[in-house]
């Protein structure tokens, strides 16, 4: 049996955010904001605690490099460079894009920084990532090297072990809790949360990263608990995609701006801003009501916000002068 890995401190916090609460038409003790963001690892994020056991499944396996996959703005790619490098392994990272940008920014910039080496697979689609990333496991073991391949996102039955403990911690922060509101990418975080809090109570806000998230999800959330869950009973918003993954989307940017001016706390445009802009959504049309007390995962995802042109444009735009 695989023993996680201890790559953070726990638990993360649980802040009030009444000014937001406010803002969206909740009371003010209706709303909370767990801060996942705040895993110390690499720059913080939900990955960490996926790679927990996936790190330790590596170590138990015998490996000495981790191989993923990811945008180069992936928060995924970039905590398996820390786990990687917390642990003693090497670590691939398998990209798409034609080589090396002239200046690296946001996430790509502290893979470099962390030591990972990234295999450019050109303009390969997901299925095409996924297939270098085996090749690039064949290459690494036909010299000499003991690879073990992270899955996309992290998400799988072993690293949604890490968000059934999310959903544990809270529960004890917050035994009353009727709504989780949570980012919807790989899968891997919402089925977690579902196996510790049940599916009534998560929802799932899809980002666009996969055709079909909420039937991924339930799959590994049936498997985690060993009960059948169909994807008709996850409760899943599919209206913050916008145009596709990686592109920003206007109720997007409102909900970053809401909520950092009404509570410090900054986002980012393609995961915990989708997941902000569900959870306004769902107050204006009645999911989630006054009096119903409501968590929002912040799962990180801050050094995306520094590699994404058209959001770090459009904001910059607002920067006010004084007087």
């Given at each position: 049996?695989?023993?996680?890995?201890?790559?953070?401190?726990?638990?993360?916090?649980?802040?009030?955010?009444?000014?937001?609460?406010?803002?969206?038409?909740?009371?003010?003790?209706?709303?909370?904001?767990?801060?996942?963001?705040?895993?110390?690892?690499?720059?913080?994020?939900?990955?960490?605690?996926?790679?927990?056991?996936?790190?330790?499944?590596?170590?138990?396996?015998?490996?000495?490099?981790?191989?993923?996959?990811?945008?180069?703005?992936?928060?995924?790619?970039?905590?398996?460079?820390?786990?990687?490098?917390?642990?003693?392994?090497?670590?691939?990272?398998?990209?798409?894009?034609?080589g090396r940008p002239d200046r690296?920014?946001?996430?790509l910039l502290l893979d470099a920084?962390?030591?990972?080496?990234?295999?450019?697979?050109?303009?390969?689609?997901?299925?095409?990532?996924?297939?270098?990333?085996?090749?690039?496991?064949?290459?690494?073991?036909?010299?000499?090297?003991?690879?073990?391949?992270?899955?996309?996102?992290?998400?799988?039955?072993?690293?949604?072990?890490?968000?059934?403990?999310?959903?544990?911690?809270?529960?004890?922060?917050?035994?009353?809790?009727?709504?989780?509101?949570?980012?919807?990418?790989?899968?891997?975080?919402?089925?977690?949360?579902?196996?510790?809090?049940?599916?009534?109570?998560?929802?799932?806000?899809?980002?666009?990263?996969?055709?079909?998230?909420?039937?991924?999800?339930?799959?590994?959330?049936?498997?985690?608990?060993?009960?059948?869950?169909?994807?008709?009973?996850?409760?899943?918003?599919?209206?913050?995609?916008?145009?596709?993954?990686?592109?920003?989307?206007?109720?997007?940017?409102?909900?970053?701006?809401?909520?950092?001016?009404?509570?410090?706390?900054?986002?980012?445009?393609?995961?915990?801003?989708?997941?902000?802009?569900?959870?306004?959504?769902?107050?204006?049309?009645?999911?989630?009501?006054?009096?119903?007390?409501?968590?929002?995962?912040?799962?990180?995802?801050?050094?995306?916000?520094?590699?994404?042109?058209?959001?770090?444009?459009?904001?910059?735009?607002?920067?006010?002068?004084?007087?």
């Amino acid at each position: 049996m695989v023993e996680k890995v201890t790559l953070s401190a726990w638990p993360t916090p649980m802040e009030a955010a009444p000014r937001l609460a406010r803002a969206i038409g909740l009371a003010p003790d209706d709303l909370w904001i767990k801060r996942d963001d705040l895993t110390g690892l690499g720059g913080g994020g939900n990955k960490v605690r996926k790679l927990e056991w996936l790190v330790a499944d590596a170590l138990r396996c015998g490996a000495d490099t981790l191989v993923t996959t990811g945008g180069p703005q992936s928060n995924h790619a970039r905590l398996t460079a820390a786990a990687g490098a917390r642990a003693g392994l090497d670590v691939v990272l398998v990209m798409p894009g034609a080589g090396r940008p002239d200046r690296p920014g946001g996430n790509l910039l502290l893979d470099a920084v962390l030591g990972a080496r990234v295999v450019w697979a050109g303009d390969a689609a997901p299925a095409g990532l996924a297939g270098q990333a085996e090749r690039t496991c064949a290459a690494l073991r036909e010299k000499g090297a003991v690879p073990y391949l992270v899955p996309f996102g992290g998400s799988g039955v072993l690293g949604a072990r890490g968000y059934r403990e999310a959903g544990e911690e809270i529960l004890a922060q917050q035994p009353g809790v009727r709504h989780v509101v949570t980012a919807l990418g790989s899968g891997g975080t919402m089925a977690g949360l579902i196996a510790a809090l049940g599916a009534d109570r998560v929802l799932g806000v899809d980002v666009g990263a996969l055709p079909d998230p909420a039937s991924v999800a339930a799959a590994f959330a049936s498997e985690l608990t060993g009960r059948d869950l169909a994807a008709g009973q996850l409760r899943v918003r599919d209206d913050q995609v916008g145009e596709a993954y990686g592109i920003l989307h206007e109720p997007v940017l409102d909900a970053l701006t809401v909520v950092a001016r009404a509570e410090g706390i900054v986002l980012d445009p393609v995961y915990t801003g989708r997941a902000a802009a569900g959870l306004l959504a769902a107050v204006r049309d009645g999911d989630i009501r006054p009096g119903e007390r409501t968590v929002l995962l912040h799962s990180g995802g801050l050094p995306g916000l520094f590699g994404h042109a058209e959001a770090a444009d459009r904001i910059g735009r607002v920067l006010h002068t004084y007087p």
